[in-house]
Each structure stands twice: as C-alpha cells, then as structure tokens.
C-alpha cells in the first residue's frame, strides 16, 4: 500500500558529493519517523542518519559532518546529503518511512540503491 522509490546512488570519486532521495506514495496519512540505512557486502544494515516529523535529527558517528538528512513533508520525500565521500562509505543504501495509513501504521523500505566510492 505504500511505495518507496529511491534515486541518486553510483559511482563518485573520494571527496565527491551524491544527493539521495527517497519519495512515498500510496493512501499515506501521516509520516513520522524517516531515515538512511546501508549494508556493506558481508556486514549487517546499519543506520546511517534519522529525522523525526518534528525534524529533530540523529547521525551515525561515522557520518557526521558529512552527511545531512533533510525530508519535504508535502513532497513526502526524504533526502540524503552525503559529502566528503569516503571509500568506506561504500554500500547499498536503504531508506525508511514510518507513519500511518487511513487503515493503520506502516513501516515501509525502498529497494536500495548502490553508492560506490573509489577512485
């Protein structure tokens, strides 16, 4: 009932820049929390950066002052600013919505998209 379609990943030089987004659609009411997840290869989903409906926000240290989580309620889409890339940064990136339907609360994952950083 509800889609999530991701766009922005691929390949970026170190110290490059890619914009992730991640739009909703479907009979949403409400979306609450929102987030960025990744899985390296043979490493477990990790969670990258969150932003509450209040846009309070929350980084992994790994992360931080690199990349910022944004999300435009209207356009029910949330966004991933990742700068100052890093080799390790390298993974599947997977975003998260939860909120609510006129029918009850969702919980819903987009298909991932590949970031690779290498030179």
């Known amino acids: 009932q509800v889609q999530l379609v991701e766009s922005g990943g691929g390949l970026v030089q170190p110290g490059g820049s890619l914009r992730l987004s991640c739009a909703a659609s479907?009979?949403?009411?409400?979306?609450?929390?929102m987030g960025w997840y990744r899985q390296a290869p043979g490493k477990q989903r990790e969670l990258v950066a969150a932003i509450t409906s209040g846009g309070s926000t929350d980084y992994a240290d790994s992360v931080k002052g690199r990349f910022t989580i944004s999300r435009d309620n209207a356009k029910k889409t949330v966004y991933l600013q990742m700068n100052s890339l890093k080799p390790e940064d390298t993974a599947v990136y997977y975003c998260?919505?939860?909120?609510?339907?006129?029918?009850?609360?969702?919980?819903?994952w987009g298909q991932g998209t590949q970031v690779t950083v290498s030179s």
């Open positions: 998260n919505i939860k909120g609510t339907l006129w029918t009850g609360g969702f919980d819903s």
């Open positions: 479907g009979s949403i009411f409400r979306i609450n929390a």
